[in-house]
């Protein structure tokens, strides 16, 4: 099986969201007075988390516009029956925050210098194409993919066979010579793997890290990880799932 593409997900893959999402709401909260209606600051964290990924669940499920899970999530938050331009502006104050704290993982543009002398790159997102193009662009690697896919454009949804085929349609290669990297281990890992790509799950809670097996023990099977992929814990090991050759071009970071 010859991979040629690498389509990627985007927050918590390459983009380290949960680290912007914590710091830009821990910010955002202090400056709107609200953390003194909870016992701690990891309490208003977790309530906001827990928020935000019921909303999300009913915007993937078709249930909820981007824009109004959004609102939606401000709303419950607060507890306020707030307008629509009231809950936008809630949003973009926190949004502010949030953007100061964005950045890549470290392994990133390593992996990407690796593999661009050998594999094609796309993105494909659960987000909407204005939020995730903006963020690219920010994190300085928009140039590196030749399409940007997202849900709220394509009108389907991770884990759906049919979000991971148009990906594949946009780079005109068949599902079985593209791989898909991503953070989620059933949205993406399962997902890609049932829609017959190859499936990268890039475990980064380094729960069963590298060990003295040797370089590729990160990629084994962990006892509870979904069939049909394969688990890393870092990018380093990707170019090795590929089979790519870091002998010519840029030469390889990982030792």
Not at 86 to 103: K, S
Request: negative net charge.
């Amino acid at each position: 099986m010859t991979i040629r593409a690498v389509v990627w997900d985007v927050d918590d893959t390459i983009f380290d969201y949960t680290a912007a999402d914590r710091a830009g709401m821990r910010g955002h909260l202090a400056a709107e007075g609200l953390l003194e209606g909870y016992a701690s600051v990891e309490q208003a964290l977790l309530r906001w988390r827990e928020i935000t990924d019921q909303q999300w669940a009913r915007f993937a499920a078709g249930e909820a516009s981007f824009e109004g899970q959004r609102r939606d999530r401000v709303r419950a938050f607060l507890g306020e029956e707030l307008t629509d331009a009231e809950a936008d502006a809630w949003f973009l104050r926190y949004i502010d925050h949030y953007e100061a704290a964005w950045e890549l993982f470290p392994d990133v543009v390593p992996a990407l210098d690796i593999l661009a002398v050998s594999h094609r790159h796309a993105v494909l997102s659960n987000s909407s194409l204005h939020v995730q193009n903006r963020k690219l662009r920010v994190l300085g690697v928009h140039d590196r993919f030749e399409a940007v896919l997202c849900a709220a454009e394509l009108g389907v949804s991770k884990p759906e066979a049919q979000a991971f085929h148009a990906a594949c349609e946009a780079l005109a290669l068949p599902p079985h010579q593209v791989a898909y990297v991503g953070d989620h281990p059933e949205i993406d890992g399962q997902g890609a793997a049932d829609a017959g790509l190859l499936s990268v799950w890039i475990d980064r809670t380094g729960v069963s890290a590298v060990t003295d097996a040797g370089p590729d023990a990160g990629a084994q099977a962990a006892p509870d990880q979904p069939a049909g992929l394969r688990r890393i814990t870092s990018l380093a090991e990707l170019p090795a799932i590929l089979g790519a050759d870091t002998r010519f071009g840029a030469p390889s970071t990982f030792g």
